[in-house]
């Protein structure tokens, strides 16, 4: 599910021309046959990642709510408006700040690709909307409002 949320944003973002969102590739690596479950015979894999350079922003926002808060501060409406854009069309996505990386003011990495086909999930901008100053909150409210009325 991961690989298969990598490609389905990849793609999405490739197509709409986001340029501030960026998805990691991520492939599957069999191990050998000594890893295989002697009772199931399931086999095991690796889940590799690309490397993007982002463990110093990662480190930084799971230990210290003020970086993540400042980040969202300083974003720009154009990369807030992407950002809603990826979360209104796969809403599925975890959405705590611990599953994507602001890095810098323009870039944001979405690490956690599990679940995005899941469009039942209800809220998928709530955990967001606490790092937003009340102008951010209003803009991305009307983005989604706009994708609603589409």
């Not at 690989?3 to 490739?14: E, N, T, Y």
């Not at 956690?112 to 909150?137: S, V």
């Not at 009307?142 to 589409?150: P, R």
Request: hydrophobic share 35%.
């Amino acid at each position: 599910m991961r690989i298969s949320g990598a490609r389905a944003l990849r793609k999405f973002i490739a197509k709409n021309r986001l340029k501030n969102i960026v998805v990691p590739k991520k492939w599957l690596y069999q191990l050998s046959d000594q890893y295989t479950d002697p009772i199931t015979g399931e086999k095991s894999y690796l889940l590799i990642v690309e490397d993007m350079s982002l463990a110093n922003y990662l480190s930084d926002s799971r230990k210290n709510e003020a970086i993540i808060e400042k980040r969202f501060k300083e974003m720009d409406d154009k990369t807030l408006k992407e950002l809603c854009t990826i979360f209104y069309f796969f809403r599925g996505l975890d959405t705590s700040p611990r599953n994507f990386i602001v890095a810098g003011k323009k870039k944001i990495a979405l690490i956690d690709t599990e679940h995005w086909d899941d469009w039942n999930r209800e809220g998928f901008l709530k955990h967001i909307m606490p790092y937003l100053d009340e102008r951010q909150q209003n803009y991305a409210l009307e983005v989604i409002e706009e994708f609603k009325n589409e």
